[in-house]
């Protein structure tokens, strides 16, 4: 892999990591302050929205690290039986099939994004969902390139 691409890969994995960290706290604190404060008879209107939210979020962003770091589900029962070269041939057009199932989804996700802009679909407090939802489109793209870049890519060792 080129210094570049290992360079971008990296900051790739620790921005991810990083937001991943700090949504789940956000999630977990949020979720926590609910359920002490409705104890009390009180609760905030907008923690349970932004509890879901966070689970959007950690779920999107939780499945490009994983696809980053290769720790995605994947179906290898042939694997064991290939050589060395047909596996790496099997592994690529998967991983081409796969990036083009992400494209697809990302390009209409988009459209969902942009539905819940016109109708102003209330997301967490005054904030609209299309804000909160854009997540969606931007990891699918951002899992489109990860697996382009497997697919073409020698891992390194």
Wanted: aromatic share 12%; glycine share 8%; hydrophobic share 50%.
């Amino acid at each position: 892999m080129s210094p570049l691409l290992n360079r971008f890969t990296q900051v790739l994995r620790w921005t991810g990591n990083s937001l991943l960290v700090g949504l789940f706290l956000t999630m977990l604190i949020v979720a926590a302050v609910q359920v002490i404060s409705r104890q009390f008879g009180f609760g905030f209107y907008w923690g349970d929205d932004l509890v879901r939210m966070a689970v959007l979020w950690v779920t999107m962003v939780g499945a490009v690290v994983a696809i980053g770091d290769s720790k995605h589900i994947r179906i290898d029962l042939i694997d064991s039986l290939l050589t060395d070269r047909a596996r790496r041939l099997v592994q690529s057009l998967s991983y081409i099939a796969t990036a083009v199932i992400c494209a697809i989804f990302g390009y209409y996700s988009l459209d969902m994004v942009g539905w819940d802009y016109v109708d102003g679909t209330p997301g967490v407090g005054q904030a609209p969902a299309w804000i909160f939802e854009t997540v969606i489109p931007g990891s699918a793209f951002l899992m489109t390139l990860r697996f382009t870049l497997q697919a073409f890519v020698k891992p390194s060792t």
